[in-house]
């Protein structure tokens, strides 16, 4: 055989048998480097699960701690209403409505109106379409809480006296009864909160997912997102028109604004 074939062959023969263990060494390599980076989204989407549920454990308590706070903030308010609604005003109050209107003004601030949008904040980076609800609802808790704690001050005094009149306490009671609505509303709106948190961590795992609050009418307000968010990106109040009303505080102002819904909507349970 000439010199030339001769080299050809072999040189045929060489890359013929690196083949035949290059190709299975690519294709193990390949397959390596395909396991390891699903393991790596495994284990990032796993944390990431993790993360989010330690997350909701926290806010579900907080935010169920707070409703419970303005349920009986609005159970308090109608209870000692009823001891003086429908009575003469100049008459001396009764023994169980300065018991009732006492033991109210007596009442302490608790952490709850405070913990829960605290841990919203702090947990914004894994809930990034809760950062201006969270404002929002803020805002409407400085206005309860502002006139619940002035009818308190109020209340207070005349409470402790021997002599004082129905009159008096309903002038004190003035304050925290014209947020009654704006209560049932926070409350309504942290129910649709829970079931959104909710459903954003879990829905994924089970294949399920719990129905928005429907609420009777369609001017009362919940929380939702805009028709033209399609990537669900901020959550809004809206009415069931689908109309936003977004009014809240700025992250740098303390003023608080009047929702806008209040004087021509229904409550919102």
């Given at each position: 055989?000439?010199?030339?074939?001769?080299?050809w062959?072999s040189?045929?023969?060489w890359?013929?048998?690196?083949a035949s263990?290059?190709?299975?060494?690519?294709?193990?390599?390949?397959?390596?480097l395909?396991?390891?980076?699903?393991?790596?989204?495994?284990?990032?989407?796993a944390?990431?699960l993790?993360?989010r549920?330690e997350?909701?454990r926290e806010?579900?308590?907080a935010?169920?701690d707070?409703?419970?706070?303005?349920?009986?903030?609005?159970?308090n308010?109608n209870?000692?209403?009823?001891?003086?609604?429908?009575?003469?005003?100049?008459?001396?109050?009764s023994?169980?409505?300065?018991?009732c209107?006492?033991?109210?003004?007596?009442t302490?601030?608790?952490d709850a109106?405070?913990?829960?949008?605290?841990?919203?904040?702090?947990?914004?980076?894994l809930f990034?379409e809760?950062?201006?609800?969270?404002l929002?609802?803020?805002?409407?808790?400085?206005?309860?809480?502002e006139?619940?704690?002035a009818s308190r001050r109020?209340?207070?005094g005349?409470s402790?006296?021997q002599?004082?009149?129905?009159g008096m306490?309903?002038?004190?009671?003035?304050?925290?009864l014209?947020?009654?609505?704006?209560?049932?509303?926070?409350?309504?709106?942290?129910?649709?909160?829970?079931?959104?948190l909710q459903?954003t961590?879990?829905?994924?795992?089970?294949?399920?997912?719990?129905?928005?609050?429907q609420?009777?009418?369609?001017?009362?307000?919940?929380?939702?997102?805009?028709a033209n968010d399609?990537?669900?990106?901020?959550?809004?109040?809206?009415?069931?028109y689908g109309?936003?009303?977004?009014?809240?505080?700025?992250?740098?102002?303390?003023?608080?604004?009047e929702?806008?819904?209040?004087?021509?909507?229904?409550?919102?349970?």
């Amino acid at each position: 055989m000439p010199q030339g074939m001769s080299f050809w062959a072999s040189w045929g023969n060489w890359l013929c048998n690196a083949a035949s263990w290059l190709v299975p060494s690519v294709l193990t390599i390949l397959g390596w480097l395909a396991i390891y980076i699903i393991q790596l989204y495994s284990q990032r989407k796993a944390f990431l699960l993790q993360t989010r549920e330690e997350a909701w454990r926290e806010l579900h308590k907080a935010i169920l701690d707070y409703q419970k706070l303005l349920s009986a903030d609005l159970g308090n308010i109608n209870f000692v209403n009823a001891f003086l609604v429908g009575r003469p005003v100049p008459n001396r109050a009764s023994t169980a409505a300065m018991n009732c209107a006492r033991t109210w003004s007596e009442t302490l601030p608790s952490d709850a109106s405070t913990d829960w949008t605290l841990l919203m904040q702090h947990f914004e980076v894994l809930f990034p379409e809760t950062a201006k609800i969270r404002l929002q609802l803020l805002n409407i808790e400085r206005l309860t809480r502002e006139d619940i704690y002035a009818s308190r001050r109020e209340m207070f005094g005349p409470s402790h006296e021997q002599d004082a009149t129905i009159g008096m306490l309903e002038k004190a009671m003035e304050p925290a009864l014209k947020r009654l609505p704006l209560l049932g509303d926070q409350i309504a709106l942290l129910q649709d909160l829970l079931i959104h948190l909710q459903n954003t961590v879990f829905s994924n795992l089970t294949s399920y997912s719990v129905s928005p609050r429907q609420p009777m009418s369609q001017s009362a307000v919940r929380l939702g997102f805009a028709a033209n968010d399609r990537k669900r990106r901020i959550l809004h109040i809206i009415d069931g028109y689908g109309a936003i009303h977004d009014a809240a505080i700025s992250p740098q102002s303390t003023s608080c604004v009047e929702p806008d819904w209040l004087p021509k909507n229904p409550p919102s349970c």
